[in-house]
């Protein structure tokens, strides 16, 4: 990668450091207070901070960021003057640039020491663990690097399909272009989410509903996931020469 390209991201990793120490320190932390801080402090350059720290290997819940942001764009409930179009790019904006730091982490330090900050106590602390990151290997050996598009579809492997990604030294601009289409058509089911809560929800029940709904997000992705798989394979399957 050209020198410019690496100061970049070690700026974005470092500025998610910084976001997600204050995410981690924030007292009484759950669901529900995060929530309260980031209604209260919505706008764009919060939506690409968090979005980052999702994306990369610290735990944090997209669920909570783009549906609620997408339903105060389309209510015009609250504070915030956003737009439901720039909340879906700048959250994808953020997804790559948090994918990014998983990515040049990995590629730079290698699976030995990957494995073993997973297996240790700030590894767990992050949700991770050699399984995790295991599968999340095992699912890029399988599909190849299309995993990194299709990855980000899927729930336990979107946040880590970056790192097998890293360790393959996989061409930085695929890597690019693939994370950021699976993160836009992810971005894009959470923003509609929002959206069509914001028809009938009034603004106090939001949260309850964004938890209501939270599971159907999960069958949203693999359904996403299977949609694109299938046409995958028709076209190759079309485009295959017929044998004679």
């Given at each position: 990668m050209k020198k410019q390209t690496i100061q970049l991201l070690i700026g974005a990793i470092i500025l998610v450091a910084l976001v997600a120490s204050v995410i981690v320190y924030m007292p009484n932390l759950d669901a529900q207070t995060l929530y309260n801080w980031f209604k209260d402090n919505m706008g764009y350059t919060l939506i690409f901070l968090?979005?980052?720290?999702?994306?990369?290997?610290?735990?944090?819940?997209?669920?909570?960021?783009?549906?609620?942001?997408?339903?105060?764009?389309?209510?015009?409930?609250?504070?915030?003057?956003?737009?439901?179009?720039?909340?879906?790019?700048?959250?994808?904006?953020?997804?790559?640039?948090?994918?990014?730091?998983?990515?040049?982490?990995?590629?730079?330090?290698?699976?030995?020491?990957?494995?073993?900050?997973?297996?240790?106590?700030?590894?767990?602390?992050?949700?991770?663990?050699?399984?995790?990151?295991?599968?999340?290997?095992?699912?890029?050996?399988?599909?190849?690097?299309?995993?990194?598009?299709?990855?980000?579809?899927?729930?336990?492997?979107?946040?880590?399909?970056?790192?097998?990604?890293?360790?393959?030294r996989m061409s930085f601009l695929k890597f690019s272009v693939f994370t950021t289409l699976g993160a836009g058509i992810w971005n894009v089911a959470l923003a509609a989410l929002g959206w069509w809560l914001s028809t009938f929800v009034a603004e106090p029940d939001l949260y309850a509903q964004l938890e209501a709904n939270n599971k159907y997000l999960t069958y949203a992705g693999f359904a996403l996931f299977g949609i694109i798989v299938l046409y995958i394979a028709y076209k190759g399957l079309k485009g295959s020469p017929k044998k004679g």
């Open positions: 968090l979005m980052a720290v999702e994306s990369s290997f610290i735990p944090f819940p997209s669920e909570i960021v783009v549906p609620p942001a997408a339903y105060f764009a389309c209510s015009g409930a609250g504070n915030a003057n956003i737009n439901v179009v720039m909340v879906v790019l700048v959250a994808t904006l953020g997804a790559l640039v948090g994918a990014c730091v998983n990515y040049v982490i990995s590629m730079f330090i290698g699976r030995p020491v990957v494995y073993g900050f997973a297996n240790s106590r700030i590894g767990h602390m992050c949700l991770i663990d050699a399984e995790k990151v295991e599968k999340a290997e095992k699912y890029f050996a399988d599909h190849g690097s299309i995993s990194t598009f299709l990855g980000r579809l899927i729930p336990g492997i979107r946040q880590l399909i970056s790192i097998p990604a890293g360790l393959a």
